[in-house]
């Protein structure tokens, strides 16, 4: 079996987020991986939800801003030690961009939540968790809101966690 060696973590900055973020960092901290945060601006989203004003271009950029900031909020809100964390914003489509990003970062294992804070306009076109659970070149983890998160220290007695992490 291959070493996983860079995990990413798509993080919406929901509650979801926090705990894919942890099951990513525990996964990471056991194999001695690199953590990827990444965040994807839809600009197909945030058009639907600017406010009708002529400076689009001012808009976009506080938009980045913004979830330049969160994200690195982010970071450093939740603990993390012995892991690196490299951070990426990227504007696009969601799916497109996460599995792109993957791809040219040698991403070995994605963790992902199964529904983020835009969950009602996912279930009407279909979930970014779906899409890159199909289109995935390597093993997604599809993380359900509200479930335990294994500790790395117990790690060792699930078996499934062996099949993964090594």
Same mark, same amino acid.
């Given at each position: 079996?291959?070493?996983?060696?860079?995990?990413?973590?798509?993080?919406?900055?929901?509650?979801? &987020?926090?705990?894919?973020?942890?099951?990513?960092?525990?996964?990471?901290?056991?194999?001695?991986?690199?953590?990827?945060?990444?965040? !994807?601006?839809?600009?197909?989203?945030?058009?639907?939800?600017?406010?009708?004003?002529?400076?689009?271009?001012?808009?976009?950029?506080?938009?980045?801003?913004?979830?330049?900031?969160?994200?690195?909020?982010?970071?450093?809100?939740?603990?993390? &030690?012995?892991?690196?964390?490299?951070?990426?914003?990227?504007?696009?489509?969601?799916?497109?961009?996460?599995?792109?990003?993957?791809?040219?970062?040698?991403?070995?294992?994605?963790?992902?939540?199964?529904?983020?804070?835009?969950?009602?306009?996912?279930?009407?076109?279909?979930?970014?968790?779906?899409?890159?659970?199909?289109?995935?070149? !390597?093993?997604?983890?599809?993380?359900?809101?509200?479930?335990?998160?294994?500790?790395?220290?117990?790690?060792?007695?699930?078996?499934?966690?062996?099949?993964?992490?090594?």
């Amino acid at each position: 079996m291959t070493q996983v060696k860079n995990i990413l973590v798509p993080i919406d900055f929901s509650t979801s &987020s926090y705990q894919v973020f942890e099951l990513g960092h525990c996964l990471a901290k056991h194999n001695g991986a690199n953590l990827h945060l990444i965040h !994807v601006i839809d600009p197909v989203y945030y058009e639907e939800q600017k406010p009708r004003i002529s400076d689009t271009e001012f808009i976009h950029k506080i938009r980045f801003e913004n979830a330049k900031e969160e994200l690195r909020k982010f970071k450093f809100e939740v603990p993390h &030690s012995e892991v690196e964390i490299i951070e990426a914003l990227i504007e696009g489509i969601p799916h497109k961009e996460i599995l792109s990003y993957s791809r040219q970062n040698d991403i070995d294992m994605i963790v992902i939540a199964s529904h983020g804070w835009t969950n009602l306009s996912h279930m009407l076109m279909g979930s970014i968790a779906d899409k890159i659970m199909r289109q995935s070149d !390597v093993p997604v983890i599809c993380v359900k809101s509200n479930v335990s998160v294994i500790k790395s220290r117990e790690m060792r007695r699930h078996s499934f966690a062996e099949n993964w992490v090594g």
